[in-house]
C-alpha cells in the first residue's frame, strides 16, 4: 500500500494490464471496498505510518473511534460544530484506498473486472470473456462528496428513470432505463455526505434500502445491485440528536456515530493555523507568537457566556484572522517601502475589524459585540505576554515611560521608525533580551526590523495590559506613553 501521506503527491503511472485474461494471470485478488480499508489501514499501523496526515489534537480520541469503525467494517457518521475538520477527516480516508484498482472499461458503475453487476457489463463480460477490457481507477475518483441541501432529489442520489432512454423504445421496467445517482456511481468507492439533516426526509428514505439491503428503488421498481459502497457524513450534533431532522432508521443503519471536537491543546490550534492558513510566505513573515495570540483568542471565544457556543467558534475563525493579518502586513510594507512584510502587534486589529460576522452572540449581546471581541483579543495577547516574558523585568522600560517617553507605533508607522523611536536604557540589553525571548533572536538583513519591533510592540502592549503605562490610538496611530 502506498502510505496515505503520499496521496497528494504525483500518481504512480497505472499498471499496463489492459484485459481481464492479463488481470487473472498477475495474480490479482478481488477485495470488498471494506476488506481494502480495513487491511490498508492495518497495513499502515503495523508499519508505523500516520495515516491520518495533517489532522491535529484528534489522536488519542477521534481517530482511534474511526480506526476502529473502518475495522469493523461500519458506515460513519462525524458529529460536531462547524470548523471541526469533519469533511478534511473524511477526505482523509481516500489515503486507505489501494492507489490503482481495476474496473471494466467504459462501465457505468466502475465494475470489477471480476464481478459485473449491471445487465449491460454482465453482458459484456460473456460475450468477451479473457479479452473485457479493463482500465485503471485512481483512488482519488474513488471519493464522492455531496453537501446536503433542500433541494437535492432522490435522482441525485440514488438514480431516475432517463426518459431518453425510454424513449429509444426501452419499456419502463427495463433496468437499463435507469440513470444512476452519486450513490450508485460510488459503486466500490467512499461517498460522503456534508450536514446529513439538511436531507428532505423523503431522500433519507430512499438511502435505507441502498445502505443495508443494496436495493436501488427507483418508480415502483426494485433493481438488485450488490453495491460495495461506504458511506460516510457530517452533521451538526444539534441538528442530528436535538432536533429530529434525521429519520431514526436511517440513524440505525449507521454504524459509528463519532463526535469530533477542537483542538484541546493550544499546540494543535497553532499547528491547525499554521498548515491551514496562507500566509504568503514568500512576501509575509508571521511571528509564532502572534498566531500563538489567535489561538488563544479563538479558544477565550469558545468558552465565553457571550458567544453562542451550539453554532461553534470554528477554526476558520483563526484561519482568516492569521491570513488578515498577514494582508495587512504587506499593505503596509508596501505603502511604505519596507524591505520586507512582518506582522505586528498593530495588526491584530485589523482581524478583529473583519471577523465578528463569523461569530454567533448570544441574543443579549447585541450592540457589545466588539466589545466583547476586543476584551478577549487583549485577554489572549496578555496570556502571551506572560508565557513570552514571564520573569523578565520590564521596570527601566517602564520607568522612562514615566519620566515622558512615548513609543509611537501604529499601521502609518514603519518598524524602523518604532526602533529608532524607543527611549535610550543606557547600558541595558532589555530590549535585545525583549525579541530574544519573543522572537527567538535580533538579527539584521530584511525582516529583522520587523520582527524587533513586532517583540517591542508585544511587550509595550503587555504593560498596557497590565495597567504599568497609558495607551492612545488615533488615526493609524498608536502612542504608548
Same mark, same amino acid.
Given at each position: 500500500?502506498?502510505?496515505?501521506?503520499?496521496?497528494?503527491?504525483?500518481?504512480?503511472?497505472?499498471?499496463?494490464?489492459?484485459?481481464?485474461?492479463?488481470?487473472?494471470?498477475?495474480?490479482?485478488?478481488?477485495?470488498?471496498?471494506?476488506?481494502?480499508?480495513?487491511?490498508?489501514?492495518? /497495513?499502515?499501523?503495523?508499519? $508505523? =505510518?500516520?495515516?491520518?496526515?495533517?489532522?491535529? !489534537?484528534?489522536?488519542?480520541?477521534?481517530?482511534?473511534?474511526?480506526?476502529?469503525?473502518?475495522?469493523?467494517?461500519?458506515?460513519?457518521?462525524?458529529?460536531?460544530?462547524?470548523? #471541526?475538520?469533519?469533511?478534511?477527516?473524511?477526505?482523509?480516508?481516500?489515503?486507505?484506498?489501494?492507489?490503482?484498482?481495476?474496473?471494466?472499461?467504459?462501465?457505468?458503475?466502475?465494475?470489477?473486472?471480476?464481478?459485473?453487476?449491471?445487465?449491460?457489463?454482465?453482458?459484456?463480460?460473456?460475450?468477451?470473456?479473457?479479452?473485457?477490457?479493463?482500465?485503471?481507477?485512481?483512488?482519488?475518483?474513488?471519493?464522492?462528496?455531496?453537501?446536503?441541501?433542500?433541494?437535492?432529489?432522490?435522482?441525485?442520489?440514488?438514480?431516475?428513470? %432517463?426518459?431518453?432512454?425510454?424513449?429509444?423504445?426501452?419499456?419502463? !421496467? %427495463?433496468?437499463?432505463?435507469?440513470?444512476?445517482?452519486?450513490?450508485?456511481?460510488?459503486?466500490?468507492?467512499?461517498? /460522503? =455526505?456534508?450536514?446529513?439533516?439538511?436531507?428532505?426526509?423523503?431522500?433519507?428514505?430512499?438511502?435505507?434500502?441502498?445502505?443495508?439491503?443494496?436495493?436501488?428503488?427507483?418508480? $415502483?421498481?426494485?433493481?438488485?445491485?450488490?453495491?460495495?459502497?461506504?458511506?460516510?457524513?457530517?452533521?451538526?450534533?444539534?441538528?442530528?440528536?436535538?432536533?429530529?431532522?434525521?429519520?431514526?432508521?436511517?440513524?440505525?443503519?449507521?454504524?459509528?456515530?463519532?463526535?469530533?471536537?477542537?483542538?484541546?491543546?493550544?499546540? /494543535?490550534?497553532?499547528?491547525?493555523?499554521? #498548515?491551514?492558513?496562507?500566509?504568503?510566505?514568500?512576501?509575509?513573515?508571521?511571528?509564532?507568537? *502572534?498566531?500563538?495570540?489567535? /489561538?488563544?483568542?479563538?479558544?477565550?471565544?469558545?468558552?465565553?457566556?457571550?458567544?453562542?457556543?451550539?453554532?461553534?467558534?470554528?477554526?476558520?475563525?483563526?484561519?482568516?484572522?492569521?491570513?488578515?493579518?498577514?494582508?495587512?502586513?504587506?499593505?503596509?510594507?508596501?505603502?511604505?517601502?519596507?524591505?520586507?512584510?512582518?506582522?505586528?502587534?498593530?495588526?491584530?486589529?485589523?482581524?478583529?475589524?473583519?471577523?465578528?460576522?463569523?461569530?454567533?452572540?448570544?441574543?443579549?449581546?447585541?450592540?457589545?459585540?466588539?466589545?466583547?471581541?476586543?476584551?478577549?483579543?487583549?485577554?489572549?495577547?496578555?496570556?502571551?505576554?506572560?508565557?513570552?516574558?514571564?520573569?523578565?523585568?520590564?521596570?527601566? *522600560?517602564?520607568?522612562?515611560?514615566?519620566?515622558?517617553?512615548?513609543?509611537?507605533?501604529?499601521?502609518?508607522?514603519?518598524?524602523?521608525?518604532?526602533?529608532?523611536?524607543?527611549?535610550? *536604557?543606557?547600558?541595558?540589553?532589555?530590549?535585545?533580551?525583549?525579541?530574544?525571548?519573543?522572537?527567538?533572536?535580533?538579527?539584521?538583513?530584511?525582516?529583522?526590523?520587523?520582527?524587533?519591533?513586532?517583540?517591542?510592540?508585544?511587550?509595550?502592549?503587555?504593560?498596557?495590559?497590565?495597567?504599568?503605562?497609558?495607551?492612545?490610538?488615533?488615526?493609524?496611530?498608536?502612542?504608548?506613553?
Amino acid at each position: 500500500m502506498t502510505s496515505a501521506s503520499s496521496y497528494d503527491a504525483t500518481p504512480s503511472p497505472a499498471p499496463a494490464i489492459s484485459t481481464v485474461g492479463e488481470l487473472r494471470a498477475s495474480g490479482h485478488q478481488q477485495r470488498s471496498l471494506r476488506a481494502e480499508l480495513r487491511e490498508n489501514l492495518l /497495513a499502515a499501523l503495523a508499519a $508505523g =505510518i500516520d495515516p491520518w496526515p495533517g489532522l491535529h !489534537g484528534m489522536e488519542d480520541t477521534v481517530i482511534p473511534q474511526l480506526e476502529r469503525a473502518i475495522i469493523a467494517g461500519h458506515d460513519v457518521v462525524l458529529l460536531g460544530e462547524r470548523g #471541526q475538520g469533519k469533511t478534511r477527516l473524511l477526505r482523509t480516508l481516500v489515503g486507505l484506498l489501494d492507489e490503482w484498482t481495476p474496473v471494466i472499461a467504459g462501465s457505468e458503475l466502475a465494475e470489477h473486472p471480476y464481478e459485473p453487476i449491471t445487465v449491460a457489463s454482465r453482458a459484456r463480460a460473456a460475450e468477451a470473456g479473457d479479452d473485457l477490457p479493463v482500465a485503471w481507477r485512481h483512488r482519488g475518483e474513488r471519493y464522492a462528496e455531496k453537501l446536503a441541501t433542500p433541494d437535492t432529489s432522490v435522482a441525485d442520489l440514488i438514480g431516475d428513470v %432517463d426518459p431518453m432512454k425510454v424513449a429509444e423504445g426501452r419499456s419502463l !421496467g %427495463d433496468p437499463e432505463t435507469i440513470h444512476f445517482g452519486l450513490i450508485p456511481r460510488s459503486h466500490r468507492g467512499i461517498v /460522503a =455526505i456534508n450536514e446529513l439533516p439538511d436531507l428532505a426526509e423523503r431522500i433519507q428514505v430512499a438511502m435505507l434500502n441502498v445502505m443495508e439491503e443494496r436495493d436501488i428503488q427507483i418508480r $415502483g421498481y426494485v433493481l438488485r445491485l450488490p453495491l460495495d459502497v461506504l458511506v460516510v457524513a457530517s452533521a451538526n450534533p444539534e441538528d442530528y440528536t436535538n432536533r429530529g431532522r434525521i429519520i431514526t432508521p436511517l440513524k440505525d443503519r449507521f454504524g459509528a456515530e463519532i463526535r469530533t471536537h477542537y483542538p484541546r491543546e493550544l499546540d /494543535a490550534e497553532i499547528a491547525v493555523i499554521r #498548515q491551514e492558513a496562507d500566509l504568503l510566505p514568500d512576501l509575509v513573515d508571521v511571528p509564532d507568537f *502572534l498566531i500563538e495570540i489567535l /489561538a488563544r483568542f479563538t479558544r477565550n471565544l469558545r468558552e465565553s457566556s457571550a458567544v453562542d457556543q451550539r453554532s461553534g467558534v470554528s477554526a476558520r475563525f483563526a484561519i482568516a484572522g492569521a491570513e488578515t493579518i498577514a494582508a495587512a502586513a504587506l499593505r503596509r510594507a508596501t505603502i511604505h517601502g519596507e524591505d520586507r512584510a512582518v506582522a505586528r502587534v498593530v495588526d491584530l486589529e485589523t482581524a478583529v475589524d473583519v471577523l465578528g460576522g463569523k461569530i454567533e452572540f448570544e441574543s443579549g449581546e447585541e450592540g457589545r459585540e466588539r466589545e466583547i471581541l476586543t476584551h478577549l483579543l487583549r485577554t489572549a495577547t496578555a496570556e502571551t505576554v506572560r508565557e513570552r516574558l514571564r520573569g523578565l523585568d520590564l521596570a527601566l *522600560l517602564v520607568s522612562a515611560i514615566e519620566d515622558g517617553a512615548t513609543v509611537t507605533t501604529g499601521e502609518r508607522v514603519t518598524a524602523r521608525e518604532v526602533l529608532t523611536g524607543l527611549p535610550v *536604557l543606557g547600558e541595558s540589553d532589555l530590549y535585545d533580551r525583549i525579541c530574544e525571548r519573543v522572537v527567538g533572536a535580533t538579527g539584521t538583513g530584511p525582516g529583522a526590523d520587523g520582527a524587533n519591533a513586532a517583540a517591542i510592540e508585544l511587550a509595550l502592549e503587555g504593560l498596557f495590559l497590565a495597567r504599568r503605562i497609558g495607551k492612545d490610538s488615533d488615526a493609524g496611530e498608536t502612542v504608548y506613553g
